[in-house]
Each structure stands twice: as structure tokens, then as C-alpha cells.
């Protein structure tokens, strides 16, 4: 593309466009791209072992579903949703400076 039709196509593009109105495309296209991003960060996150399903808390759990992959390559394994490490007559979790302790409520 010559210089001479790459300054008509910005000129074209540059018209009739303020720019309050340029300013607002470029934040609604940024937070367009959040939300996306925000959506594939909420799917469940790929894993090769139990180790790599962090729940944030020791609190609860969550383990690694292979899905037919014994390989370890990762390919298509997710973890699974986080559970309380707690539950039956104790289901009060409690991080004490020994790790955690299941309580009675």
C-alpha cells in the first residue's frame, strides 16, 4: 500500500470521530477486554497434578480430573471445584500456626 492511500484511509477513519468519542471506543473496548479476560480467568484452570489446583485457602481442596490423559502433559485435565477441607460433626475450619484444625461450631 503506497503512502498516498494509507493517508486517505486515516483520514477517512479520523473524520467526523471527536475525540471524546475515540476516548470512549478505547474504554469501552478496554473493559470489553477485562470482562473477557475475567471470564477465561473464572473457567477452570488446566493441571498436571493435585498440586496445581490452588484454592487460595487451606481451607479447602480441590484435586486434578484427568480426563483420560496419563500422559501428564496437562492436555485437557481441569481442577475440580474447591471443597471444604471440613465436613461431618466438624465443619469449622481453623489456620492455626501448625496448619489447620477442624472444629464444632
Known amino acids: 500500500m503506497d503512502q498516498d492511500k494509507f493517508d486517505a484511509i486515516a483520514k477517512s477513519l479520523g473524520t467526523g470521530a471527536s475525540r471524546r468519542r475515540v476516548v470512549r471506543g478505547a474504554g469501552a ?3 470489553a477486554a477485562l470482562g473477557l479476560g475475567a471470564r477465561a480467568a473464572g473457567a477452570a484452570p488446566g493441571c498436571r497434578s493435585d498440586a496445581d489446583c490452588d484454592c487460595g485457602s487451606p481451607c479447602f481442596t ?3 480430573n484427568r480426563s483420560g490423559n496419563s500422559g ?3 492436555g485437557g485435565n481441569t481442577c ?3 471443597a471444604p477441607v471440613c465436613t461431618g460433626d466438624r465443619p469449622v475450619c481453623q489456620e492455626t500456626s501448625r496448619g489447620i484444625r477442624c472444629r464444632r461450631a
Do not use: D, I, Q, Y
Open 80 to 82: 475440580s471445584p474447591c
Open 29 to 31: 473496548a478496554a473493559l
Open 72 to 74: 501428564g502433559g496437562g
Open 62 to 64: 480441590s484435586f486434578c
